[in-house]
């Protein structure tokens, strides 16, 4: 007989990432549970850095919602335990700068798939990102071979230099640990 512990091993959600969290060693840092499932297109949003971040007061991603059909964000659809949502939603901030929001996503195939991701609630236009968030997001989508044209898109954002040398080092070492997971098989 299985208790409440085993049903929320088995219990599963799709996760819609388009920023930082798209590069899979600091998701995975992040949420263990985490598999790729494909990847996906957000329609009628715009990728914008404009978030405030509640932590270090530089600017964060956003899936920006336009109503315009032209307009799309590219992301990862990730297969994560519901455990670790709700970790994720507080490192994310839910409710002090992101909130939930359900979303269809299409995949190259036009299958739509629903999944939550995160977009903003806190938004300054003036606020940049700093040079290693900017790395997250550029990392992930260089990983996942996202389009060319959107990969440049991100890499034109003007990213400010983090005066906190220790926590932009922080930052970048996941990826090197996050190397070792890829090795082993999680990020497939």
Known sequence: MSNQSDTNELQRCLYFAY???????????????AQKYCQVQLYKHQLR????????GSAKCDAWYTGTWSDWVEGII????????LHLDDIEG????????QVSVVDKHDRVFQAYTYVATDID???RPFDWYKQHVLIGAKEHHLPVEYI????????EVDSDTERAEREMAIHVLGDKALSDGHGT
């Open 94 to 101: 839910v409710g002090h700068g992101y909130a939930i929001k």
């Open 49 to 56: 850095f404009h978030k405030r971040s509640h932590v270090d």
């Open 152 to 159: 440049e898109q991100i890499n034109a954002v003007e990213a």
């Open 19 to 33: 920023g930082s969290n798209m590069a899979f060693s600091r998701l995975f840092q992040r949420v263990p549970s």
């Open 125 to 127: 236009t003036e606020l």
């Open 78 to 85: 990730y297969n994560i335990a519901v455990r670790d949502k």
